[in-house]
């Protein structure tokens, strides 16, 4: 996949210069630590369970070259590859915090209000709340939460829907380029969106991708503390920025 090519390419020697210094699985989400301080997360993917071990490699990736964790995301494995995605978050730190705060304009930025019908692959359910309150018509399909009919889903998204707001996991479990693809040239406002979001335009520039909204670790323990104990989206943002912008 394309995406993959380029989000190894762009991090690649940086994750060369750099150890991991702590490497966090979390049932909610994983966090990848560099050794001066830069913390990426990404949600954790794990379809089942087939033994004791769930990740395969050396004993521990702490210690050693990020690029051990940035190859993972040629993996086919979606856990593999959150391990590559944390991983590029925390190398693209700096440039992430540069953008500026989430503020809520999302709902406005994406034209929707009453009589839009609005397309969300993955379910975000204080926005679908904002949308819904505003007017829009929300069609939701979330493979996670078994939510939604796909043959009733897409044939909307592909002719009926006014934007898409995607789930940044799809960048997990390699669907992000086959759904936009669903979209065949149709110009509409497609927001990725989640912490799994790598905040680097750059890395679209093949996609129709125009809104990127992600999570910045601001307090780095207390996030990893807040992984750790099996927390999700709630906690982790109280110790996080939630950042955002228009491509």
Known sequence: MVIDEKIFESFRDEASDYNISRLTIGL??????LEDGRTGIAYTWLNRKEGCSVIKGPDSFEGKSASGLLEKIFSPVP????????????????????FKDDEGS????????????????????????????????????????????????FPFLEHKADAL????????????EDV??????????????GPTTIMKPELYSHLPV??????V???????????RN??????????????????
């Open 28 to 33: 909610g989400y994983t966090a990848s630590e």
């Open 79 to 98: 856990l593999e590859r959150t391990l590559a995605v944390a991983t590029a978050n925390a190398l693209n730190h700096k440039t992430a915090a540069a």
């Open 106 to 153: 999302l709902v406005a930025d994406i034209n929707s209000g009453k009589g839009s019908r609005i397309a969300m692959v993955g379910f975000f359910g204080p926005v679908v709340e904002l949308l819904r309150a505003n007017g829009s018509e929300t069609v939701v399909y979330d493979i996670g939460k078994n939510s939604g009919n796909p043959d009733e889903f």
């Open 165 to 176: 707001i995607l789930t940044s996991t799809s960048l997990l479990n390699g669907s992000m």
């Open 180 to 193: 936009l693809a669903r979209l065949a040239g149709r110009r509409i406002p497609v927001v990725l969106l």
């Open 210 to 215: 125009t809104i990127l909204a992600g999570t």
């Open 217 to 227: 670790p601001v307090n780095s323990e207390k996030v990893v503390q807040a992984i």
């Open 230 to 247: 099996g927390k999700g989206t709630p906690v982790i943002q109280k110790f996080a920025r939630k950042v955002y912008t228009e491509i």
